[in-house]
């Protein structure tokens, strides 16, 4: 049965455009052969964008966005647009309004990747990270601003509804991985009210999952853990912030942001899912081809998976482990995209 | 001119009371020969205390402890008591009700000590943490608690009087140290209101520290440096929960934290401030002499520099460097503290 595949494509700014020309390099490659075809569609959103017109994400923007089965996204921003401006006006915009709500970053160590660690042992953890909620929800405000009497709030929200169900996302991929193993991450000695709501929720929901085992630590233990013994995490629920900050750990113990994929992902799929390096835009190599493009080719083995193509999506993570482990001499990003859509085209 | 320390002592639960004690043996040794004598106060608190009357800290147990020029903590908690219950009613509260400002956080790797990371590099930086705002304040709340309709939020709050008074003593911290450089450690792209109010105070104490240089990193970036360049820190001044989070982090790159010492400092000495190690109450070891007293020895260190006692406070550090360059076998907790003992008194 033929299939095609709406993608929403955000190049963005500095490097995303390079990586994400690879990106859809290995997706053409690894879908010739099958009845799958790519229609894509080309959004210009970004710091360029914005410097043009002001604008970061408009009605008729997320209208059209939200008509495709998936966005495929490479970085955005650059160090002359105000901090915050795309981060909430876009990039967030995107994660809350198409309900994103499992943030997914798998952490690998590839044969072959240096580590930081003297002895990482076998890294191979997921994190799902809660991505609608939490100190992220933009509920925030400040008061006298500027003078002596500023106060400013951020406020963290987190609903039974909004954790369940990224819980039990979690469980589902623990259950369905070898360790099947499940750890909270959060902070419920000091952030009582929504670390209990986490606790309970993990609780309740752990009986429909018998075969997962069940840990917690608190967040600053777990960074402990992340560079003593980062072999005893297999899948990590946690919240919006504390996510954010360990799977920048995990990137740095698996070799660095430049090998990090993730998926904003709705499991429901009420909205298409975002597919991004966990990279930014590195304004600094733009446009110089220096730029690897193996995250980006990562997130769209994760695409590929979360719409059902998991045999592709398979090929794809086997040509990185397999790319990797040869690599010599500092080579192109296209000519890293080559190596790997000939690989996956195999 | 002959003085007096009043300490209040609170040994607490676990191996504590077993590390304050070399903590405090320490103590008399590096004041031997001084006119400075020691009157101590033993306060019980913790889970013990919990457990035979239900209090964690009372009103009289607050007078009491701040009558004392300073308060040495060894650990508290157990297992058996519900998460939340000392930390926020005792831990917390002495933070706060002490207006503990500042929560100082030295890492430093010791010659011979063993770092998780492969190339660690000269590690010697000090954390100030903001004791006494962000999301620690409490400020939370649920609502149809149990219910699938549960809300459960925390509020980060952030004063100006707040955040002025922690970055302006972290710049003088910077400016005492040889390399005389802040980094602001924040998240102000997602946490504007907040993450705007730590910028714009940085940015307007900065000038009333010419001489020291300032940068910025976002928490999950910090970690990344924190596997990949630690060297590149010399004082980082940073949010309470960010600054927990990174700390851990610190203590486990420079050999983990049963060498970390902290002080929960008050500059303006219109309290007590408290001085304990980074590492909890290992229930599973206690009694039994198996725990590393240095945690709590370099916490004595930090009090008498609060103190003014710099000489003592130097010896003390110096001591611990050279007994960690000629560990080799195993010690019992109170033959590591008998080693630093003879060597401050040397
Ligand atoms: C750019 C920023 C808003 C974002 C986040 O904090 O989620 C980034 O750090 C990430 O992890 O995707
Ligand atoms: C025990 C807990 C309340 C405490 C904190 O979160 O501050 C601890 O982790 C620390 O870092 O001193």
Redesign the interface.
Known sequence: MARTIKLAVVGGDGIGPEVTAEGLKVLDAVLVGTDVTVERTDFELGAARWHATGETLTDDDLAAISTHDAILLGAVGDPTVP??VL??GLL?KLRFALDHYVNLRPSKLFPGVP?????PGEVDFVVVREGTEG??VGN???L??????????????????GV?RVVRDAFARAQARPRKKLTLVH???????????WR?TVDAVAPEFPDVSVDYLH???A??F???DPSRFDVIVTDN?FG??????A???TG??GLAASGNVNPDKTFPSMFEPVHGSAPDIAGQQKADPTAAVLSVGLLLDHLGLTEQAQRIEAAVEADIAERSGPRSTSEIGDALAARVAG
Do not use: F, Q, W
Not at 115 to 119: E, G, T, V
Not at 187 to 197: C, E, M, Q, S, T
């Open positions: 901090s915050g981060e909430r967030l580590s930081p660690l003297a002895n100190p992220y925030g405000g400040a006298r601003v500027g003078t002596p009497h500023e106060i400013a709030t951020e406020v963290s929200v987190n609903t039974a509804h369940e902070k419920h000695n000091v952030l009582v009210h929504a670390g209990h709501l309970r967040v600053d233990a960074t402990i992340m560079t003593t912030l954010d900050i360990i799977t920048d750990l990137a740095a113990i660095g942001i």
